[in-house]
């Protein structure tokens, strides 16, 4: 594991402390956003959401897809919902589930650029 190199001597940068305390947001807002990345640390929520990409789907075909039940599924799509990920709308018998909007596409974009990065 890498070392992690420190200063030499103590130094605080008063000026750039002040920037930092005034663009700083909120603890309620830092944690809400530390709770919406929890959700992307499930490979099967990421995996569902890979399939939302290319189309709106009902929980059959998504079990299907992903070779899971139904019941697995259904978990961690409430899981999607409750973080406004994904929406959902009833067709007739079926219900049928959506990404929520381009951001989700653009999380997940920008995380694999970040792994790909050499």
């Known amino acids: 594991m890498a070392e992690i190199e420190?200063?030499?001597?103590i130094e605080v940068h008063e000026e750039l402390l002040k920037i930092v305390d005034e663009t700083m947001p909120e603890e309620t807002e830092?944690?809400?956003?530390?709770?919406?990345?929890?959700?992307f640390g499930d490979s099967?929520?990421?995996?569902i959401l890979f399939v939302l990409f290319e189309a709106e789907v009902c929980v059959?075909?998504?079990?299907?897809?992903?070779?899971m039940t139904q019941s697995a599924i259904s978990h961690q799509l409430k899981?999607?919902?409750q973080n406004k990920l994904v929406k959902s709308?009833?067709?007739g018998k079926s219900i049928f589930y959506s990404?929520?909007?381009?951001h989700v596409r653009t999380i997940i974009s920008m995380?694999?650029?970040h792994i790909e990065e050499d």
Do not use: H, S, W
């Open 99 to 102: 990404l929520a909007d381009d």
């Open 30 to 39: 830092l944690y809400d956003l530390a709770e919406l990345f929890k959700v």
């Open 111 to 113: 995380g694999r650029e």
């Open 44 to 47: 099967t929520r990421i995996r």
């Open 60 to 67: 059959c075909d998504l079990a299907q897809a992903l070779n």
């Open 89 to 91: 709308r009833r067709e």
């Open 6 to 9: 420190c200063c030499d001597t």
């Open 79 to 81: 899981i999607l919902k």
